[in-house]
């Protein structure tokens, strides 16, 4: 047996409050304040959690119900660099119309409870061409990024127009805006920063919070700027043949330096292993840049796995972390320029190639809306901050006596404890991408509390699955009832006709184990497993999760609670928001959004399925298609069938269920997908089949040229009118009938992509394993009706210097089309019954 101990302090001394400039407005009804440990709002601990959404990089028209998916999955304010080269290509014309409209976009992030940070720059990276500089501004005679008076006589009108954009949208006229970001990844300019900063005050702009990024050992003005830090499971910015970044590594270990020296090291000089200058004890652990995904540059082509941002960001905040802010949280495209292309090039002489419309980012949301697995992990972990971030956020964090030893230690077992001397959260993360890391059999914890009696958990050591990464809570109070430990993810909590639920995510290969404080318990009664009293506790054993895992509990203050144990998979399709009139929890493989009275949802199916709990009073009602209930364990399942009507319609069904009428479903229900498998993850197959002709066959691949530090650069636009391998894909006219939610998939080869519709570049992807996703409503219908979506392909040159997944292999080196379907995304709309 592997016994692993700790010791929870009571904390050393109170937190420091009121020693930084960060004021609110004196008329904000929930007051946003720093402290040295974490931030508040409205007097109380405040775990935020952000997620970046380039505006000028979606179309305008889909903005708000993206947003309302970032909600959703616990987002609780948005980020966007505010991109200077996208609103003032040509100089003396600032242009915020359309998908550059910021009023608008802050204006919908207000509608919906969303908080809004603006990241202003005026350089903003963001894998932009000239990091958003104009180009107009880099040949004038200045020095950029420095308080050179000719530059900043350029940025005064530009920040001017950021704030007229925004006037009445700060907090002091109870509008979204929390906080803005200065500059990004300028290391060596503290003065410049603060004159950045008094630049923007003196425009107009105002939030409770001014920020910078943190990293690279940077040097900020003391107490000006809250430092916000960063972390990321790849890098495209590395050398092609460098492996998988040390900096990258650490972000899976748990630890208490904040800095990583790797991000944007290649705009600056560097070292692994450099300090930490921003003094710690002054300011609380935020961050602004989790890796929620990664871009692809021509010379080297990650791939990341949901599982290496859901282990990034639990880690981080066993580390301490106090604001998950995840970059890019939703992908976009790069706007098309009037002068230029926009993205980052050797042309412009920065390090990498980028493509020249997709950003992507493999994000939690995609490219063009799609749901991905990696939104489903960091839902799980973002439910949890929303109800219990406030406990989390004020506890300190604890390494245990035994730690690896370095960061090529793979046996040694990474745990950490946030606690705050009497209760607390016992973190553990058993996965990294590239390297697994083993499973770890007979483990079982001690967790000494400075206020209180150790705990020893759980009662039979269990075996640590490799892959795994959890939070188990302890000495929990849930409304009464304490929870001196569950072997399973904190959720959520929803009331229940005046019953308390706790939600909870088993881990696979874990046995759920609950652990009750007798004392506050009176009496108790679970479906499965054993009930045993030992020690002042009631321990529940062999607990089989599900639907139907609920254990009832009256507690000794008359209180009724709940703890419903779901299993890994069914905790991953759990929402939770406002719903046909009350807070409720809604299960579904389908997306969901929460408007007002509207719960839609999103799924490639021919219905639509989604459990509930507390059950409503009536089923509700969906336009266009039937409901149809049964029970599903302690919730009630409803599903959406089409009807062939325009109105809403709830069959004749008998009255014998829980919340509404209704009869069980057969098992082979068409909206079902593979076991364990989200809509997001489509197989071949599923969607539907397009013909596609070849024009052209590929030539020999072009010779591989280097650019910026000697890296491969992406092959000129000619080698796609000589060289490319050609294909056309005809697109049936009905399927411009929903173009706002057809996706075309094409399973293809080679070396980089583009489609075209006529001579229009539509879409591109550098290949690196992954189906390349386009969404229809962004193509031109009428000239797609007649000319087809054309697909250029190049190969590969054998031995390119370019970075590809393990499991791409040599397939790069043919440029072929392999397959090509279409594949609708429903949108069902679900009223109150």
């Not at 300090?275 to 609380?284: I, Q």
């Not at 062999?542 to 009256?554: F, I, K, Q, S, Y």
Request: proline content about 9%; charged content about 20%; glycine content about 10%.
């Amino acid at each position: 047996m592997t016994h692993h101990r700790l010791h929870v302090p009571a904390p050393a001394a109170a937190p420091l409050t009121g020693h930084l400039p960060f004021t609110d407005a004196p008329s904000a009804a929930d007051p946003i304040a720093v402290t040295s440990r974490c931030l508040t709002r409205g007097g109380r601990p405040w775990f935020p959690v952000s997620g970046e959404f380039h505006y000028t990089r979606y179309p305008a028209r889909h903005w708000e119900e993206e947003l309302l998916k970032m909600k959703a999955g616990g987002v609780t304010a948005v980020a966007s660099y505010v991109i200077w080269i996208h609103h003032e290509e040509i100089e003396g014309r600032v242009r915020f119309d359309g998908d550059r409209d910021l009023r608008r976009f802050a204006e919908l992030c207000a509608r919906h409870g969303l908080d809004f940070i603006p990241r202003i720059g005026p350089w903003s990276h963001a894998e932009v061409r000239n990091g958003g500089l104009p180009d107009w501004l880099l040949a004038r005679d200045c020095a950029p990024r420095t308080d050179d008076p000719a530059y900043l006589d350029a940025v005064r009108p530009w920040f001017a127009a950021i704030a007229e954009q925004l006037r009445g949208l700060d907090r002091a006229h109870h509008g979204p805006i929390v906080a803005i970001q200065i500059e990004n990844e300028l290391y060596d300019q503290p003065g410049h920063l603060r004159t950045l900063k008094t630049m923007a005050q003196e425009a107009g702009l105002d939030a409770p919070l001014w920020t910078s990024t943190a990293w690279g050992g940077v040097r900020l003005p003391p107490d000006e700027l809250l430092p916000l830090y960063g972390g990321y499971p790849e890098t495209f910015w590395t050398e092609w043949d460098g492996g998988w970044p040390d900096t990258c590594r650490k972000h899976f270990f748990f630890t208490h330096q904040r800095d990583d020296e790797g991000i944007g090291a290649d705009l600056r000089p560097t070292t692994v292993g450099g300090g930490d200058p921003v003094p710690s004890d002054r300011f609380p652990w935020a961050t602004c840049e989790l890796g929620g995904g990664m871009a692809a540059a021509y010379h080297r082509r990650p791939r990341v796995d949901p599982e290496d941002v859901g282990a990034l960001g639990l880690t981080k905040i066993g580390c301490g972390s106090v604001w998950q802010g995840y970059y890019m949280f939703h992908g976009g495209t790069n706007p098309t320029g009037e002068l230029t292309t926009l993205q980052e090039s050797h042309a412009t002489h920065y390090p990498n190639d980028l493509p020249v419309l997709t950003y992507d980012f493999q994000a939690p949301l995609g490219e063009y809306g799609q749901y991905r697995p990696s939104y489903h992990e960091l839902r799980l972990q973002h439910l949890m901050l929303a109800d219990l971030g406030h406990l989390i956020a004020p506890m300190e964090s604890v390494l245990p006596e035994r730690q690896p030893t370095g960061q090529h230690d793979r046996d040694t077992l990474r745990w950490a404890v946030r606690g705050d001397g009497t209760s607390g959260f016992l973190f553990v993360n058993n996965h990294q991408p590239h390297e697994p890391l083993p499973s770890h059999p007979d483990t079982t914890f001690t967790v000494d509390f400075a206020d209180g009696p150790a705990l020893s958990l759980p009662s039979t050591p269990v075996t640590v699955p490799s892959g795994a990464y959890f939070c188990w809570p302890l000495r929990l109070d849930v409304a009464g009832l304490r929870l001196d430990w569950a072997t399973a993810q904190p959720v959520c909590r929803v009331d229940d006709r005046g019953r308390t639920v706790l939600v909870l995510a088993a881990t696979d290969g874990i046995t759920p184990e609950l652990a009750l404080d007798s004392s506050t318990v009176q009496s108790v009664t679970t479906p499965t497993g054993s009930v045993t009293r030992a020690d002042g506790r009631i321990l529940i054993t062999g607990l089989r999760p599900g639907t139907d895992a609920l254990v009832e509990v009256n507690t000794a203050d008359g209180g009724r609670v709940g703890l419903l144990v779901l299993d890994a998979a069914t905790a991953r399709t759990v929402y939770r928001g406002s719903a046909w009139g009350a807070e409720r929890i809604v299960l579904s493989r389908d997306g969901v959004v929460f408007d007002g009275d509207e719960v839609r949802l999103h799924g490639t199916g021919t219905s639509s399925s989604f459990a509930v709990l507390p059950v409503p009073e009536r089923p509700p009602v969906a336009a266009g298609a039937s409901v149809y209930a049964e029970a599903d364990g302690v919730l009630t399942r409803y599903t959406l069938r089409p009807d062939g009507r325009t109105g809403v319609g709830v069959p004749d069904l008998p009255d014998d269920l829980p919340g509404g009428r209704g009869h069980g479903l057969p098992d082979d229900r068409a909206h079902r997908l593979p076991e364990g498998r989200l809509p997001d993850e489509l197989p071949e197959g599923q969607g539907t089949a397009l013909p596609f002709t070849l024009l052209r066959p590929a030539g020999t691949a072009p010779e591989t040229v280097t650019g910026t530090l000697g890296r491969a650069s992406a092959p000129a636009d000619k080698h796609f009118d000589t060289t490319a391998a050609e294909y056309r894909v005809d697109v049936p006219g009905h399927l411009l009938d929903d173009a706002a939610t057809t996706l075309l998939r094409v399973r293809w080869t080679g070396d980089v992509g583009r489609a075209y519709v006529g001579e229009t570049l539509v879409a591109d992807q550098f290949h690196a394993g992954g189906v390349w996703e386009i969404g229809l409503d962004r193509l031109p219908a009428d000239l797609l009706l007649t000319e087809g979506l054309r697909l250029k392909l190049l190969p590969l040159p054998p031995g390119a210097p370019v970075h590809l997944p393990a499991q791409v292999g040599e397939a790069g080196q043919e440029a072929a089309v392999r397959h090509v379907e279409w594949a609708t995304v429903r949108t069902w709309t679900t009223r109150a019954g």
